[in-house]
């Protein structure tokens, strides 16, 4: 009877460990998806701006260029 006891608490405490360890896997996929967002925000910022600043360039340079003789 006694081992019968131990096996049914350590089913228990092991069928916590999991619900506490798939609760903290959710969260955790949760907060991968926040900053792969996050991050995928920002590139798309730099990109845009690094286009902005290499048309500004380009328009700048071929203001230079241009033959005004």
Avoid: P, W, Y
């Amino acid at each position: 009877m006694n081992n019968e006891l131990d096996v049914n608490v350590l089913i228990s405490i092991l069928q916590k460990k999991v619900t506490d360890l798939t609760l903290t896997n959710v969260v955790l996929e949760a907060r991968i998806k926040d900053l792969s967002n996050r991050l995928n925000s920002i590139i798309e910022t730099e990109n845009a701006i690094n286009g902005k600043q290499n048309q500004v360039k380009e328009i700048h340079n071929s203001e230079l260029s241009t033959d005004d003789f």
